[in-house]
């Protein structure tokens, strides 16, 4: 695969697991605060200061983790890859 094309599965992957991370993080919210919406905006002077920090946190935390399962689903590929031009000669 070429380099442009793995840069943009990388991307893909990344935007797509970075929604779904988010969707999961809001439906995690409002199941634990009793079906209160999430903040939209957690800078918003209106959001308490506790309740800003803590989704922030989780939010943060859940899209780095998230992205580091796409990275290393992405570098188990590229060994793998590597390991198969090797064994036949192609590389």
Not at 79 to 91: D, I, L, N, Q
């Amino acid at each position: 695969m070429s380099s442009m094309a793995k840069n943009i599965t990388a991307f893909a992957a990344t935007l797509g697991v970075t929604a779904l991370a988010k969707k999961t993080i809001d439906a995690i919210w409002k199941a634990g605060s009793r079906g209160k919406e999430p903040p939209t905006d957690p800078a918003d002077p209106d959001i308490a200061l506790q309740e800003a920090v803590l989704f922030a946190i989780l939010s943060g935390a859940a899209i780095s983790v998230a992205r580091l399962f796409i990275a290393r689903r992405l570098a188990k590929s590229e060994r793998r890859e590597h390991r198969v031009e090797a064994a036949t000669g192609k590389g």
